[in-house]
């Protein structure tokens, strides 16, 4: 076989060409992305972060952001490389178990290089501190989204993809972790993150806010949105910590709405289970060129006055969308078309208009209505991931499956869905199948026709 000879001789030239160049690209590296179908570059492969602690100091009229984030993670399998996910800023320092790490950045991929390889199963800690001007994002359907700067502060929502205009992180909903917080901003300022309140200190003209975040979060349910706030911090009769945030600007018209909190999670506990954290509230600021408020864990961002019916969905979310989360944006109708339903389904039990007369208004819509221009389990793109579809169809896909099932079965499903995958994520095959199990019904058709078919289904 006389063939074999060169095609041994050139693998041996080549890889002592890359060992020379470049020890650590002949062994095993972690992927730059998580695989999902939408935002390939979202997340990395080869380990999953448990905690991220966070220290952080904003200048409002600077601009200027400086940070150390101490990532404690656990290899997936052998790494002599892998990616955190960043975007924008400057890396003055990073250190895995304290020892200096070779990085570079190239686009929003961090490359790490341990100065030794990382064993599967291994728990290590990364320590990166970073400093600049954080800018948003712009996502695929034009939107902004991370660390958005205000005229008093900063509105911090990272959805889908903004957590690395502020954090180095493994940026994808599959990967979630507790976090603690310390965000330090000129006195008279305040800095809300998710959770609980642990500390609040002033020194010297500057105040530092600890906050913790005990329960699994995705990343891009972080927040650490700064302004001048009213704040108003109380404990519910069921024991839940409430601190509201309110821009002075907003407050009459927010008050009205914010206070109503405990009572719609009084509500949405009855119909989704028990509200999966210990923490809860409101941050509304005044920032009306972002266009859209975000269901932060525990503790929801408007960008103005929220009215009920937003308030009503953005805690919705902390069932669907924030304890059981995405496994691929995909999926995103899991999140949208359930804190849709929410609200349809707390008009109907508050003296509005029934689910079934809010589905009969959209469905009379004419076939070339936007509505229906794509079936909501297949949006096509990260374009349309926030599109009238997702919400709409997705809800109404619940009112068919609600229709179809009973009540009884479908809020058992509602309810068991939430508790099965509590703190982690949840598909939408998940979801047909225990549909299926508890009503005894075959869905194929119906979760066929009204999540993945495109153009206006017919009504049987
Ligand atoms: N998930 C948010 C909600 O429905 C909406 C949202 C977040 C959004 N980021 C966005 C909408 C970007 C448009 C563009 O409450
Ligand atoms: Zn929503």
């Known amino acids: 076989m006389p063939h074999r000879r060169p095609a041994l001789a050139v693998p041996v030239a080549l890889t002592a060409v ?5 020890p650590a690209a002949a062994g095993p590296v972690g992927d730059a992305g998580v695989g999902d179908p939408y935002f390939p570059l979202a997340g990395n492969g080869g380990y999953h972060v448990s905690h991220y602690d966070l220290t952080l100091a904003y200048d409002p009229g600077t601009k200027h952001l400086a940070g150390t984030a101490v ?3 656990r290899a997936t399998q052998d790494l002599t490389r892998f ?39 291994r728990t290590f800690r990364v ?23 205000t005229d008093d502060g900063a509105f911090v929502a990272g959805e889908p993809q903004g957590a690395m205009t502020w954090f180095p992180a493994n940026n994808h909903p599959l990967d979630k972790a507790s976090y603690d917080f310390a965000l330090t901003v000129p006195q008279g300022r305040t800095a809300v993150a998710n959770g609980v309140l642990v500390g609040q200190r002033t020194r010297n003209g500057r105040t530092t806010f600890r906050w913790h975040q005990a329960e699994p979060m995705a990343a891009y349910l972080a927040t650490a949105t700064v302004g001048t706030f009213k704040v108003r911090q109380y404990t519910t009769k069921s024991g839940l910590k409430v601190y509201d945030a309110i821009d002075p600007r907003e407050a009459n018209a927010a008050e009205p709405v914010t206070r109503q909190l405990p009572a719609v999670l009084d509500w949405e506990s009855k119909l989704f289970g028990p509200y999966p954290f210990r923490a809860a509230g409101s941050i509304v600021d005044h920032a009306p060129q972002v266009g859209y408020a975000l269901e932060t864990q525990t ?20 069932w669907f969308g924030d304890s059981v989360s995405l496994t691929s944006w995909k999926d995103i109708w899991l999140n949208e078309g359930f804190a849709t339903y929410a609200e349809w389904l707390y008009d109907e039990q508050h003296g509005g208009d029934s689910a079934q007369k809010t589905f009969d208004a959209l469905y009379a819509s004419p076939a070339g209505d ?3 221009a794509f079936p909501p389990g297949n949006p096509g793109s990260g374009a349309n991931i926030f599109a009238r579809p997702v919400y709409a169809r997705g809800a109404m896909t619940l009112h068919v499956l609600r229709k179809t099932v009973g009540d009884r079965a479908f809020f058992r499903v509602l309810r ?11 598909t939408t095959a998940q979801f047909q199948r225990l ?23 017919t009504l049987p």
Do not use: C, M
């Open 18 to 22: 890359l060992i020379a160049a470049s």
């Open 71 to 73: 990532l404690t993670a």
């Open 83 to 121: 990616d955190l996910d960043l975007s924008g800023l400057t890396v003055t320092g990073l250190t895995v178990d304290h020892r200096r790490a070779a990085h570079r950045r190239s686009g929003q991929e961090l490359v790490v290089t341990p100065d030794r390889p990382l064993r599967k199963g």
């Open 127 to 149: 320590t990166v501190t970073y400093q600049g001007t954080p800018a948003p994002v712009t996502d695929p359907d034009g939107s902004a989204d991370g660390w958005i700067p």
């Open 299 to 318: 503790r929801p961002v408007y960008d103005r006055a929220p009215d009920l019916s937003t308030l009503v969905h953005e805690s919705a979310h902390q």
């Open 370 to 372: 936007g509505l229906w």
């Open 416 to 426: 068991s869905s939430a508790a099965e995958h509590r703190g982690g994520n949840g």
């Open 435 to 457: 549909a299926e199990r508890i009503s005894g019904k075959n869905l194929g058709p119906l979760f066929h026709t009204w999540l993945y078919t495109a153009g206006k289904p």
